[in-house]
């Protein structure tokens, strides 16, 4: 049964081959007939020679070409002026943030020398066991503060103008 069954799908193939083929053929035949028949049906083009232009046409289109350069250089210029106010906005979003994150860089330095400090004096006391808890308040370190304006000081460190 095996057998009947594979010879009808040879059978199929060569069929299916055979209309290839055919189809091939007649695809290469095609174009042979419409290459003539395109060449037959087009027409040759003769191109005529252009007039020259008028001193009215002339004058007309260097008032529009001028015109058009004004137009342009007023873009140029308003383009500049947006990009130069866009370098600002950014300029000052980026001090900002870099002022945003020298506060948190200060705030955990603070937080490590504390620790670093209550580790010291952990240290240097002898260990000894408590007979007692006693909750002592965490050392307040009061330092001054300089008032500081965080532009200027951004502004000098990375010397923007």
């Given at each position: ?53 008028s ?53 955990r ?17 002898p ?35």
């Amino acid at each position: 049964m095996s057998d009947l069954v594979k010879q009808t799908k040879k059978e199929k193939m060569e069929q299916l081959n055979k209309q290839l083929k055919d189809l091939e053929s007649e695809a290469e035949e095609a174009p042979e007939i419409k290459e003539k028949e395109i060449a037959e049906v087009e027409p040759i083009k003769i191109e005529k020679p252009k007039r020259p232009r008028s001193q009215a046409q002339i004058k007309q289109f260097e008032k529009v070409y001028q015109r058009k350069m004004e137009e342009a250089n007023k873009r140029k210029v308003k383009r500049a002026q947006e990009e130069k106010e866009e370098k600002e906005q950014l300029e000052k979003k980026l001090i900002e943030k870099a002022i945003k994150l020298k506060k948190k860089q200060i705030n955990r330095i603070k937080v490590i020398e504390e620790l670093s400090e209550d580790e010291e004096v952990i240290k240097e006391s002898p260990v000894k066991p408590p007979t007692q808890y006693i909750n002592k308040p965490a050392p307040v370190i009061n330092k001054p503060i300089k008032q500081v304006d965080p532009y200027e000081a951004f502004r000098l460190k990375f010397k923007i103008i």
